[in-house]
């Protein structure tokens, strides 16, 4: 009940915009986790509620009291703690430290996906999204169209996920 409940305040937030809702939903995940453990879908809706809350640091403590294996992809770990500390950089005005950590990011995601037993986007399009999200952070409008564009001659079987992307 409890992560439903969390799941029904984060969308009130969405079409609200109430923060207040986020707090509400943390709660209840934080309760739901304390219940059940730490599962992948109760990990992945904290470190949401977190980002959006803009709890940068607390998000990068949760992250890295975690194992690979709390994690859907084993890359989240790894991307998530880089992603939250390039955060609490941008939030000091730290581009340097940002763009450093972002790239961080980028490549645990990259490393997964060179890595990966499954062949194709359509197999990685989880990864592929995530890549694509961190991109977006450091890259340019047109840097990141042109990145999106080039893999249509390597994977012209994905082409409707990369026109969506």
């Known amino acids: 009940m409890h992560y439903k409940?969390?799941?029904s305040s984060l969308n009130s937030y969405y079409r609200?915009?109430?923060k207040d809702l986020l707090g509400c939903a943390l709660e209840e995940v934080e309760l739901y986790s304390k219940?059940?453990?730490k599962t992948q879908k109760s990990v992945e809706l904290k470190i949401s509620l977190l980002s959006l809350l803009k709890e940068y640091k607390k998000a990068f403590e949760y992250v890295n009291s975690l194992k690979d294996s709390d994690f859907k992809c084993t890359y989240k770990r790894e991307m998530n703690?880089?992603?939250f500390l390039a955060s609490l950089s941008g939030s000091k005005s730290d581009t340097v430290n940002r763009n450093e950590?972002?790239?961080?990011s980028v490549l645990s995601v990259q490393r997964y996906i060179d890595n990966s037993k499954f062949s194709g986007?359509?197999?990685n399009q989880k990864a592929f999204y995530d890549l694509f999200n961190m991109k977006s952070l450091i890259l340019s409008k047109q840097t990141l169209v042109k990145e999106i564009e080039?893999?249509?001659g390597p994977y012209p079987n994905d082409i409707e996920f990369l026109d969506i992307a």
């Open 5 to 7: 409940n969390a799941k």
């Open 16 to 18: 609200s915009e109430n």
């Open 35 to 37: 219940c059940f453990g």
């Open 101 to 104: 950590y972002l790239n961080k």
């Open 121 to 123: 986007i359509k197999n």
């Open 150 to 152: 080039d893999l249509k």
């Open 81 to 83: 703690s880089n992603y």
